[in-house]
């Protein structure tokens, strides 16, 4: 078929325009969730969808939601969306893309006339950033007690989903039932840089990765550096070398996506003249197959010991978070990639090793992602960049799997 | 010639006289310098070397002074001692042994009626553990702009020397000239397990090992766990931790006591979900050669370049201190020896892998300093001991080592 498009100079435009909402003098936006950007974003985005001929809600989880309704009243809506709060000095794409993409999708089937099968339904996730909470309260995983906890703009969760119009009592009520949706889909700027150093146009998302991590403790002795001879020392430091080259080695030993990070190590009691005694340090692993993330962690968790036995220390695994891999549906994934051929683009298949609220979804129904690349791989800063051409591929990429969606899913 | 011995009942009675003073409710004794507890042992410990016939005298730096005469008036004093200010919760051994064993040992002479050739000194240096000030002071190594510096009991070392009867307006008044002294022998515990595990009685300490030390940093590029794979990182803490396990195998690489620690380490940002971009961490050389650390340090810098390269990373090393070492005089290493001997000591050469006041007595004549076993090797802690048969050797060695050395120094 031959593919449409869309306005992409409204888009672009529309871009703009919201990436000037919460402005921070520091540098790039801080659309912080329930505050007052926020807020002013979500004003702006529900006037350009119901420009889009949408009828404009918001659920009690805070979510917006632009619905129109579709040919067949018997079939569930397929949404598709994204978010527009940001971290602190974020960059003007990470959500605003996928969330203008979506509202111009809809703007152009509505001024092209064209006729969907499905209701479609544009969501605006509400506080993304500070742990998918709109997209998790629509899938029933935002447990009760989380809405006490305070989100980065300093409100409660509940104070803050009372802010956009939510109804926190009664959050309940904005959840879907799986089945509920015909599907969801996506666009995201990639956020790393396997699409820009591989010169292709259009990722297609394989699925959001299982985050798994620990926190390893590595216990020693503390002694004087001057006075303890290196054959008697119990150096959980030195140990804790040997597991972050460990880590590195058991996640590097097999082909594949698979990532393994030691971000966070602290050593005590940390002064120069000191052998630590003690390290506590992070082990984190991500992979679409959480069964490659066992045999990961079983064979550092053997490594470790032989550390342990070679540098008289001991290690202790605790865990922290283990999410649930959200593959895509392969439906989706190759009605993405062939509006991306329709449309002249490259593609690549790759697992988003971040999250999205669409790993939400996927209880609820198939899910596609589309990502962009993202200029140096750089993101959440304001240095965060996507080209124009980028910006128009994405959203003609998303208009045409919406497109597809609507022929293929029930 | 048949060893003279201590009163081993007076010794171990006034070691435990002294512990009580300062003894800390949380463990141990805090004998802070210049505070109240240390003020307390210093005029205990004055009365005790009155007591030995010792005419008892404060220098401007505060370290005290006990001197008796010698039958030759031409030559210099022969000089020992240690400290009696602790470390908070500290032990009952470190700096109290060295300290009431040399006024053991003037005791015994003065009730034997022993002739010394000599004078005799007997130094309770000040402030040993807030950086060996007194003896400092005494060897001209203490800058003035110190004096302003706060100590560890919350006084600046100018009014901690004012406080203990020193005048830090006249500080140089307390500089001993180089060839002033005949010589300075000091007992003092390990610190550390070498003669523990060897089973040996009394070590003849080669000398005090100089110590260098670097802050390292090491540069790399922070980025998200999720979305970076393994092969695009710059991951600092992969470098760091090569770094970790090159500095322990360039210092093991070769025979000899040489000592090389890395234990303080700092990763930022510091998160499980990013990749470091920085790591900070201490580098620190002990031998009693410094051109063995000088090569150390050129295998490790060598080392770190294809670290470097290899992590795609970079290693700074900025210099953050070098002391020279300390040899002790052979001559007084071999009357150290043979004194034992005669009392039927086992005895081992070691370095000092610590500093001691003996350092800065170095360059003004020929040091000799005696250890003796530490239980487990603990010290700066109230778990600090040494047996009552260390105690008597210690100080009996030192009793025949300062008669030796009265005989064969000039």
Redesign the interface.
């Known amino acids: 078929m031959t593919p449409v498009e869309v306005n992409d100079g409204r888009l672009s435009d529309r871009m703009a325009a919201l990436a000037r909402v919460g402005r921070d003098p520091r540098g790039g936006v801080s659309r912080l969730a329930y505050g007052d950007a926020d807020r002013e974003a979500r004003a702006l985005v529900s006037a350009w969808m119901r420009e889009a001929g949408l009828a404009v809600s918001v659920d009690a989880a805070g979510n917006i939601v632009g619905r129109r309704e579709g040919a067949d009243p018997a079939v569930p809506p397929l949404l598709c969306g994204s978010h527009v709060d940001s971290v602190p000095n974020g960059g003007d794409f990470d959500g605003p893309l996928g969330t203008l993409a979506a509202i111009e999708a809809a703007h152009t089937l509505l001024e092209r006339g064209a006729a969907m099968r499905h209701p479609i339904e544009v969501v605006v996730w509400s506080n993304e950033e500070g742990g998918l909470c709109g997209s998790r309260a629509v899938s029933g995983q935002l447990p009760a007690f989380e809405l006490n906890n305070v989100a980065a703009g300093g409100m409660t969760i509940a104070d803050g989903i009372r802010a956009i119009g939510g109804d926190p009592g009664r959050i309940e009520q904005a959840r879907r039932a799986p089945g509920s949706i015909a599907g969801y889909l996506e666009l995201h700027i990639?956020?790393?840089?396997?699409l820009e150093?591989a010169g292709v146009d259009i990722g297609v998302v394989l699925g959001i990765?299982a985050?798994h991590?620990w926190e390893v403790t590595i216990s020693g002795e503390t002694?004087?550096?001057?006075?303890?001879?290196?054959?008697?020392r119990h150096?959980a430091?030195?140990a804790?070398?040997?597991?972050?080259?460990l880590v590195?080695r058991v996640?590097?030993g097999e082909p594949g996506?698979q990532?393994?990070?030691?971000?966070?190590?602290?050593?005590s009691?940390?002064?120069?003249?000191?052998?630590?005694g003690r390290v506590v340090c992070?082990?984190?692993l991500?992979d679409l197959d959480a069964a490659v993330i066992g045999r990961l962690f079983r064979r550092i968790e053997a490594g470790a010991r032989g550390i342990g036995d070679a540098t008289a220390t001991a290690f202790a695994f605790a865990p922290?978070m283990a999410t649930v891999p959200a593959p895509s549906d392969p439906r989706l994934r190759r009605a993405i990639a062939e509006a991306a051929r329709a449309l002249g683009c490259t593609t690549r298949d790759l697992p988003?090793?971040?999250?999205h609220d669409a790993q939400c979804l996927a209880p609820l129904g198939p899910i596609g992602m589309i990502f962009v690349p993202s200029v140096g791989?750089v993101?959440?800063s304001p240095a965060e960049w996507s080209t124009p051409e980028a910006v128009r591929n994405g959203a003609n990429v998303l208009l045409n799997a919406l497109l597809a969606a609507d022929r293929l899913l029930p």
């Open positions: 990639e956020q790393g840089r396997i150093d990765v985050i991590q002694n004087h550096s001057g006075t303890t001879p290196m054959a008697q150096d430091l030195l804790a070398a040997g597991f972050v080259e590195h996640v590097t996506a990532v393994g990070t030691v971000g966070r190590l602290e050593a009691p940390g002064a120069p003249n000191a052998i630590a992070s082990l984190e991500r922290v988003s090793g971040a999250g791989g993101s959440h």
